[in-house]
C-alpha cells in the first residue's frame, strides 16, 4: 500500500489548511472492531489522537495494528464500532477520508523499473501537481532522505533500507493532514532510522498528525507524544511514553561492584538513598540497584559515600524503566528488542 492509492477525489474540495474544520481530533474511533470468523483482530479499540500529535501503536506480531491503521485508511471495513478520520468517516465517507490521508504500509510499493526521481513525480502528478512543481517537490524529498545519489536509479537495484525511504518520501508527497505509518523502520540501519525519525518529526512541527506502528519500543519512546499499548486487539493501556514509564515505578540507580564481598557495603551505601524497598542484589552480575526519588541527589551521595568508604566499583549509573518493563508488566510478553535506556553513567574510586 502507498500513497498511489489515494488519489484525491478531484470532486472534493481540497483540504483547508490544519484539516477539517471543527474538529480537535484528527482520529476518532469508538468500540473499533474486527472479526474474521471467530477470531477478533480488533476488538472494541477507542482512540482519540488530537491533531498535530505522534500517536504510537505498540503491541506484539498479531496484537492487531495493522488491522486497525487498514480500517482507519479506508482499506478495510470494520464489523463493529465507527471511526473518524480528518473529519471524515470512513465507512461512509470513505473517500473525503481518503483525501486527508496518507499511508505508508508495511510492504514496499513503488515502481520497480522507474527510477527513484520519476516514481517521486509520478506520485506527485496522482496528487495533482503541475509537472514543475512535481519535479522540485521530487527533489526535496530524495535530498530529506538521503537519495539524491541514487536518485536516477530505479528501485530494483535498491537495498532494503533505500526502498523503505522511498516508500515514505512517496507517502509524503503533500504532507497529508494524517499519515499513517505501518512499521515505518522496519529493515533500517541506524542512520536510515534517524532520517526517518527526522522526517517524522519534521512533519509533526508542521501539522500533520502521525499514527505509527512500530515494535521499537526505543522508537515509539523517542517519537511520539503519546502511546497505545496494543495485545490480542485490545488496547492494554495509554499514556504519554513519560506516563507509562512512571506508572511502573521511577528512577533506579545502580552500581557494579568489583568484588563479590564488596556487595554489603554497596547495598549499605544504596539503602541510605532508596526510597522504599530495599536495594536488589544481584549476585551473579555484581549489581546492587535500588529505586529513588532525586535521582541526582541520590548519585551524588552515593558516589561521595562509595569515595569516603574507598569502596571501589565497577560502574554505576541512573536508569529509567524502559517501555520494554513497561510492556512486559501490563502484557506479561515482551514484544520486541530490549534498548537499555542508561541516562548517566559515571564511573567512582578509580
Ligand atoms: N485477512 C485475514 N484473514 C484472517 N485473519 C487475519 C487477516 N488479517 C489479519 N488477520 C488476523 O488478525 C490478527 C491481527 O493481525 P494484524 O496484521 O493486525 O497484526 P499486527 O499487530 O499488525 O502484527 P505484526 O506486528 O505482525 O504486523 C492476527 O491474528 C491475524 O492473523
Ligand atoms: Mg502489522
Redesign the pocket.
Known amino acids: 500500500m502507498s500513497a498511489s492509492s489515494h488519489p484525491p477525489d478531484p470532486s472534493l474540495p481540497p483540504t483547508p489548511p490544519g484539516g477539517a474544520p471543527g474538529s480537535r481530533y484528527s482520529i476518532l474511533a469508538e468500540g473499533l472492531t474486527r472479526r474474521?470468523g471467530d477470531?477478533v483482530?480488533l476488538d472494541h479499540l477507542d482512540l482519540a489522537v488530537p491533531r498535530g500529535v505522534v500517536f504510537g501503536l505498540l503491541?506484539p506480531?498479531?496484537?492487531?495494528?495493522?488491522?486497525c491503521v487498514r480500517i482507519l485508511t479506508t482499506l478495510l471495513r470494520p464489523t463493529g464500532g465507527r471511526a473518524v478520520v480528518g473529519g471524515h468517516d470512513v465507512v461512509a465517507e470513505p473517500r473525503a477520508a481518503r483525501h486527508r490521508i496518507g499511508l505508508t504500509g508495511?510492504e514496499p510499493a513503488v515502481d520497480e523499473i522507474l527510477s527513484a526521481r520519476r516514481n517521486l513525480e509520478m506520485f506527485g502528478r496522482l496528487f495533482h501537481l503541475d509537472a514543475r512543481r512535481a519535479r522540485h517537490r521530487a527533489g526535496e524529498l530524495l535530498e530529506r532522505f538521503g537519495l539524491t545519489e541514487a536518485a536516477d536509479r530505479a528501485p530494483g537495484t535498491f537495498s532494503g533500507g533505500m526502498r523503505r525511504r522511498l516508500d515514505l518520501a512517496a507517502s509524503m508527497i503533500l504532507a497529508p493532514e494524517v499519515l499513517f505509518l505501518d512499521e515505518p523502520t522496519t529493515g533500517l540501519d541506524p542512520r536510515g532510522r534517524m532520517e526517518v525519525w527526522e522526517a517524522i518529526r519534521e512533519l509533526a512541527r508542521a501539522g500533520t498528525t502521525v499514527l505509527l506502528?512500530t515494535?521499537y519500543l526505543d522508537e515509539a519512546d523517542r517519537l511520539s507524544d503519546r502511546i497505545a499499548l496494543v495485545d490480542n486487539g485490545r488496547k492494554v493501556v495509554e499514556d504519554t511514553p513519560i506516563g507509562l514509564k512512571r506508572a511502573i515505578g521511577g528512577d533506579r540507580i545502580e552500581v557494579v561492584a568489583r568484588e563479590p564481598a564488596d556487595l554489603p557495603a554497596v547495598a549499605a551505601v544504596l539503602a541510605r538513598v532508596a526510597d522504599a524497598a530495599a536495594p536488589v542484589v544481584e549476585e551473579h552480575e555484581l549489581r546492587v540497584h535500588a529505586s529513588v526519588r532525586d535521582r541526582i541527589a541520590a548519585l551524588t551521595e552515593v558516589t561521595r559515600e562509595l569515595h569516603a568508604r574507598g569502596t571501589e566499583v565497577e560502574d554505576i549509573g541512573l536508569r529509567r524503566p524502559t517501555l520494554d518493563e513497561v510492556f512486559l508488566r501490563v502484557t506479561g510478553s515482551s514484544a520486541v528488542s530490549v534498548v537499555p535506556t542508561r541516562t548517566a553513567t559515571e564511573e567512582v574510586g578509580r
Request: overall charge positive.
Open positions: 474474521w477470531k483482530a503491541g506480531n498479531g496484537a492487531g495494528k495493522t488491522t508495511q506502528t515494535h
